[in-house]
């Protein structure tokens, strides 16, 4: 890490003007009024839409293929298959196993087979139908046990002849002897559901190429970069000759963070065609793209002392991959790498294994692959507390690792605020008045987690910047920053604007945020992993605080005082220590680009070295670690098994809120995505090995009647190398959630629920269980 | 997007044009009231019409008017919202006002119709999707393909009736008026179903609902409407009941009813409930474990299949709960039972 | 196709329609008017609310034949017209959603925000419980709802101090907060 990197907590001057204060969001007043435009408003000259043929079969090799009733169907201007795309590629280099189009198999129903750009989407459509395409269905996997098992047929072709994808197993201390040593054990098998992102936004694309054969493309994409990456590899394509945007975006969460089919298409067919070519994704069509939450089965075996100190944890998990690596590399890696906070494990092991299946490809959503291990882990958790009869808030407070401190897998963790974050839980929830005393069918629940803040492995290797600013100042006043972020409504631009903003001493109305935009912006490696706040927000901190140098500098010369009398605030600049004398900041950037010629500064971002010394131990490896606890409370209908969250308290260690609104939106959206995917959500193939009901009618979200009351709670730990000492806010606060859901059903009606999703038929099966066991009289119809 | 597909659209004014249309047509028009079911179903590829005639321009098809005797008449477009609404449905035929404010979600509310409701086609999670998902497994009975997916080996379909509206009218006693050129007829609405799920109505594809009559109830009438569903908002009913007490001048039940809706393909009432109820005063354990005599007979009559999406056995389970909760609402004047 | 003439946000409309196509349809593709949203094709996201006669209505579940003779409001009429001063004016529930970090994404915003309108069109001081329910034809996947029934809240209270409508985005630090919009 470069000194670059390290800004400091503290404001420019004294006081922060906008950091830490509520504000709008820059594109507030675009989308209250409906005129931001997202990629499926845009509208070009000429242009064809695309349609996608997609596979019936979930696994089947590719015999032929006839294109040509449909080439010439009247309207039909391009169709293409495989044999178009056939350079594979996949978001991680190492796992390249995707086509844009399937070239020799199908892997699931859904998978795209060939494309048709056409005068309107109803042509496209009838032309797909002209597609005559032989398939020789083989065996498909739908069951993770049995491709884990059976080798024949592979999915995909590897070296060792299996249906594995990748296995990770990594030890840390001397985890059998503390097993052998610890005078309690708990062991416990737990298992987590698919469950998808569902943007409210499809995915659409819209590609243009002009007539010197240069390639823009328009793309609902959170990594604009990695998707110019894999259009110019599966194009054979220059990356200085092609351009990619992303317009405003509804909703990723992960779901957008893989390069797609339809991005290589309409690219494609707007080559071939020489017209621009969109394509709008069904609501169906997304589900079958899914890179949603990978099932697991997970089992956890805890050793602990009797005071209820951790002694040692081993895991295995079997995590169902479907049919294509996506960021499966890493979500194997993550499913136990980042487990071991915010509690100290003496000893570590686990043994994680992905395989392929027929069935949607999984991918990264929201919390990736931490999620799952953190409820099982949690819930073990709470059944250490149950068994030795510890409040289990206090038995994570003695487990609890603390600051500047090492992981037992060589995480560093600098700022941590998770103390903190259950005492606000407490505090708020008013736990101890209400846990084991609310009364029939209520309760609470606790549990807390760790996610990181971005992570030093940037998918390729390379030792450049993972973030860029670029600031560009206009003699009225206006100073435009370029950032590569993508903004994915999370208010990243409005981030970095805010930053700008006080760095400069400007008024947000001075700002211009360009962004996402591979022509005009800096690199920046995408909005997942939870990294733009901190690294973007230290690039921003890092341009603008060598701009505000040189137009301070300027100011200094002209009145011929000493810099530190030069101040920047609120639009203007002036002296403090005379105050007829002082300017506009137009001004003052009229002065200063006289002495430094045109202005403009950039600044960028790298972390330090961080992680491990040992194969993986970069992957997870945070420069800061954000923490959450969540105290639930539940009503549980015995009768019916329904479950009423009636509210949730999340405080979550987010460093510094660089405006809180955004973060308690982050707060709360988080809460209800955990809390909805546990009780409503269920991303699942039936047994023809189609999704199971690929609609938002079959797939329920929560409405606003279905959602609890939320209290987010922000706690600021002030990370040191943060900007402003700020972390992640927009996926560690949906982890324990759903843990402390499951504890708080357990602190209600005495069931302990290991098995994702609590559907009201689930919990009326355990709570009859638990009546016969209980040898209660059996209720009506239990005989059924 | 999801293509509707192409197909010509008329809006008559009167219903003797549309009469005249659909009997032109023969058999090739659709008719569509609110269209938000017919919708959905067109860009699944569901039916492929060369005509869909609109009731949304008739004259008179839009109203709840109260009739010298007591009865109220709804005409077919009445939007569900203002069913929920209206005060005389609420005061006379609380029960299908509850159901109505129940169905979908807000804006669907506002569009559909309470005779689109009533004419709903059935659904299976079999059957709802899209072309291309129902060409992935081979299709089913109801639609393009021969094979039964709820009731492997079927020969009957089983899709489920899903109008939250029906049962609460089969139990108020509505009759159905229908008419086609140059012909009219009313019918209870009990005798209206069938127990095909291709097409669960015992009456033509032409015949148009003109107007639901739900005549003048007992002073004594006490209606409730219960619905089990996964989201308290938009969704479809898992489970649907309707109870009905009569009690007389001594407060005592004089007469009762259940029907209930989400099971098979028609809705179906549940024998012998008077009986059990019949004589006892609701607020006293008499009463009480009557209730739950009803209760139990609902459980042994109605067997939801695994046509809807959801647990089959949850859904029989909630049976005897639903239905006693939704008694209980009725005898005291409160409901809907939502959520359960 | 035929010709339909149709009322959007006061203007008076003429388009050429199939008569398979929604009244979507031909808001975003042929009017360009891209504020109402498609989010799930077939009625069960809301995103695609628009208002007709001030009932809301989900457009891609309306032919757009049916929309003759109805005053269809969309996100783009939501503002009141300009009245000549400079300051852009916004009806209060859109400077509210826009003051609560009610907008994330902001796709499903501006069908939301017409219900929200809708809402209050009928019911000037709606409870907590009334809001969840006029607004759960809505889904948002975002915020978990929690601002934006702090943002319709506060159009309320605005409206019934009679500064609602105020400016659009002054984009100046330190605007009044939402009550509640921010935590301790």
Not at chain 2, 220 to 242: C, N, V
Not at chain 3, 44 to 70: E, I, M, R, Y
């Amino acid at each position: 890490m470069s000194a670059r990197d390290q800004h400091g907590l503290a404001a420019p001057h004294g006081e922060f003007q906008i950091i830490g204060k509520p504000q709008r969001k820059i594109d507030g007043a675009a989308k209250a009024t409906g005129s931001a435009l997202y990629t499926d408003d845009l509208t070009l000259p000429g242009m064809l839409h695309a349609k996608t043929l997609r596979s019936p079969h979930p696994h089947a090799r590719i015999v032929s293929i006839d294109t040509s009733a449909a080439q010439a169907l009247p309207g039909v201007h391009g169709v293409i298959t495989g044999k178009d795309l056939p350079t594979p590629y996949g978001v991680i280099p190492w796992t390249p196993d995707e086509t844009a189009l399937a070239v020799d198999k199908v892997r699931f129903i859904g998978d795209e087979v060939a494309a048709v750009a056409a005068v309107d989407e109803d042509t496209a459509l009838r032309a797909l139908e002209l597609i005559q395409v032989e398939y020789e269905v083989l065996h498909s996997y739908q069951d993770p046990k049995e491709a884990l098992e059976r080798d024949e047929p592979t999915i995909h072709q590897n070296k060792r002849g299996d249906n594995v994808s990748k296995r990770v197993k990594l030890d840390f201390g001397e985890v059998d002897q503390a097993f052998e040593t610890s005078p309690v054990v708990i062991k416990g098998d737990y298992s987590f559901h698919g469950s998808t992102h569902a943007a409210i936004e499809p995915h659409c694309a819209l590609a243009q190429v002009d007539g010197d054969g240069l390639l823009t493309l328009w793309s609902a994409t959170q990594i604009t970069h990695y998707v110019h990456r894999a259009l110019s590899s599966v194009l054979d394509l220059a990356p200085h000759r092609i351009r990619v945007i992303q317009p405003a975006i509804g909703g990723a969460f992960g779901g957008k963070s893989d390069p797609f089919s339809l991005e290589f298409c309409v690219a494609k067919l707007a080559q071939i065609t020489g017209r621009p070519v969109k394509m709008l994704w069904t609501r169906e069509e997304v589900f079958y793209a899914h890179r949603g939450r990978h099932p697991m089965e997970m089992q956890y075996s805890l050793a602990a002392n009797e005071d209820g100190k951790i002694q040692g944890v081993d895991a295995r998990i079997l995590i169902d991959g479907g049919s294509y690596s996506s960021f499966g590399l890493v979500t194997t890696y993550y499913s136990g790498q980042l487990l071991t906070g915010p509690y100290d494990f003496p000893t570590y092991r686990f043994d994680s294994t992905r395989v392929f299946t027929n069935k949607p490809p999984c991918g990264p959503k929201r919390g990736h692959g931490s999620v799952q291990p953190r409820f099982a882990f949690e819930v073990q958790l709470d059944e250490l507390a149950e068994k030795l009869s510890i409040d289990p808030i206090e038995l994570r407070r003695r487990n609890s690792l603390g600051p500047q401190t090492k992981t037992v897998n060589g995480q560093r963790i600098t700022s941590c605020g998770f103390d903190e974050c259950l005492l606000q839980v407490e505090e708020a929830s008013d736990w101890k008045n209400k846990r084991q005393s609310l009364g029939s069918g209520k309760g609470v629940g606790v549990a807390g987690s760790m996610y990181i803040t971005g992570t030093n492995y940037p998918i390729y290797p390379n030792e450049m910047p993972q973030a860029g600013i670029q600031i560009k100042v206009d003699r009225s006043g206006v100073v435009t920053v370029f950032s590569g972020a993508n903004d994915i409504g999370q208010g990243s631009s409005s981030m970095v604007a805010y930053v700008v903003a006080e760095e400069l001493g400007l008024t947000l109305d001075m700002l211009r945020v360009v962004a996402a935009d591979t022509d005009l912006c800096p690199v920046d490696l995408g909005a997942y992993s939870s990294r733009v706040t901190f690294m973007v927000g230290n690039a921003a901190i890092d341009a603008s605080r060598k701009l505000r140098k040189l137009v301070v500098g300027s100011l200094a010369k002209h009145w011929d005082v000493e810099e530190r009398r030069v101040r920047l605030v609120k639009g203007e600049a002036l002296d403090l220590e005379d105050p007829e004398r002082h300017m506009t900041m137009a001004e003052a950037f009229q002065i200063a680009e006289v002495e430094h010629d045109t202005l403009g500064a950039t600044g960028s971002y790298n972390t330090p070295t961080l992680g491990g010394d040992y194969r993986g131990g970069s992957i997870g490896a945070s420069p800061a670690y954000s923490f959450s606890a969540h105290v639930v409370e539940v009503e549980v209908d015995e009768e019916t098994g329904r479950i009423d969250v009636q509210e949730v308290w999340c405080a979550h260690d987010c460093g510094k809120a660089l405006n809180p609104i955004l973060v308690s939106g982050q707060i709360e959206g988080s809460v209800y995505m955990g809390i909805a995917e546990a009780l409503y959500e269920h991303h699942q193939t039936n047994r023809f090995g189609l999704h199971s009901g690929p609609s938002l009618l079959d797939y329920p979200l929560a409405t606003t009647l279905d959602t609890p009351e939320i209290k987010s709670l922000i706690v600021e730990s002030n990370d040191p190398e943060g900007p402003y000492g700020a972390k992640e806010a927009g996926e560690g606060p949906l982890h324990s959630a759903i843990p402390a859901l499951s504890n708080a059903i357990f602190d209600a009606v005495g069931i302990r629920l290991r098995h994702l999703p609590f559907t009201p038929d689930v919990v009326l099966r355990a709570l009859r269980e638990k009546r016969a066991n209980d040898n209660q009289a059996p209720s009506p119809g239990s005989d059924a | 997007m999801l293509r509707l597909p192409s197909f010509q659209l008329e809006e008559p004014k009167s219903l003797y044009a549309a009469l005249v249309l659909l009997a032109e047509a023969k058999g090739e028009a659709m008719v569509i009231a609110g269209g938000t079911d017919l919708l959905p179903n067109l860009k699944h590829g569901l039916f492929a019409p060369k005509l869909l005639v609109s009731l949304a321009r008739i004259e008179g098809f839009v109203g709840i008017e109260e009739e010298p005797d007591g009865a109220l008449l709804v005409g077919p477009m009445t939007p569900l919202a203002r069913v929920a609404e209206s005060e005389l449905v609420q005061a006379k035929a609380p029960a299908l006002a509850q159901a109505a404010s129940l169905v979908a979600g807000p804006q669907l509310r506002t569009q559909g119709t309470l005779g689109g409701n009533v004419m709903l086609d059935t659904r299976c999670q079999w059957y709802n999707q899209t072309h291309f998902w129902r060409q992935s497994l081979g299709y089913c009975l109801k639609k393009d393909g021969t094979a039964c997916h709820v009731v492997q080996g079927g020969k009957k379909c089983v899709a489920a009736a899903s109008n939250d509206t029906a049962p609460a009218l089969m139990t108020l006693g509505a009759t159905l008026r229908f008419e086609r050129l140059n012909e009219k007829r009313e019918l209870p609405i009990k005798s209206l179903w069938s127990p095909d799920g291709i097409w669960n109505k015992r009456c033509d594809k032409d015949e148009l609902l003109t107007a639901i009559r739900i005549p003048a109830q007992d002073p004594g009438h006490r209606g409730a409407y219960g619905k089990l569903r996964t989201r308290e908002s938009i969704d479809f009913p898992l489970l649907g009941l309707a109870a009905r007490l009569t009690l007389d001048h001594e407060g005592r039940v004089q007469d009762a009813e259940i029907s209930g809706v989400a099971l098979a393909a028609r809705p179906s009432p549940v024998r012998g409930v008077a009986d059990v109820l019949r004589g006892t005063l609701p607020g006293t354990a008499e009463f009480d474990e009557a209730v739950e005599a009803a209760a139990q007979l609902a459980y042994k009559q109605l067997r939801p299949l695994d046509n809807v999406p959801g647990s089959a056995w949850y859904r029989r389970e909630m049976v005897p709960v639903l239905a006693r909760r939704t008694l209980q609402a009725a005898a005291k004047g409160e409901g809907p039972v939502h959520p359960l | 196709m035929r010709v339909l003439q149709l009322e959007i946000n006061g203007d008076a409309r003429e388009v050429a329609a199939h008569d398979h196509w929604t009244l979507l349809e031909v808001l975003r593709y042929s009017l360009g008017l891209v504020g109402s949203k498609q989010g799930c094709d077939k009625g069960d996201c809301g995103s695609c609310t628009v208002l007709f006669d001030g009932k809301p209505v989900l457009s891609c579940l309306t032919l757009a034949a049916s929309a003759v003779g109805h005053q269809v409001t969309t996100i783009e009429g939501l503002a009141p017209k300009p009245t000549g001063t400079l300051q852009p004016v916004l009806d209060p529930v859109q400077v509210a959603f826009n003051d609560c970090g009610a907008l994330q994404c902001g796709f499903c915003q501006p069908g939301m925000m017409l219900s929200a309108r809708a809402l209050l069109n009928t019911n000037a001081e709606p409870s907590r419980e009334e809001i969840h329910q006029a607004l759960s034809g809505n889904l948002c996947r975002c915020t978990g709802y929690t601002q934006i029934v702090q943002a319709v809240e506060t159009a309320v209270a605005r409206i019934a101090q009679g500064d609602g409508a105020s400016a659009s985005n002054d984009g100046a630090a330190g605007h009044s907060p939402p009550d509640g919009g921010v935590p301790a």
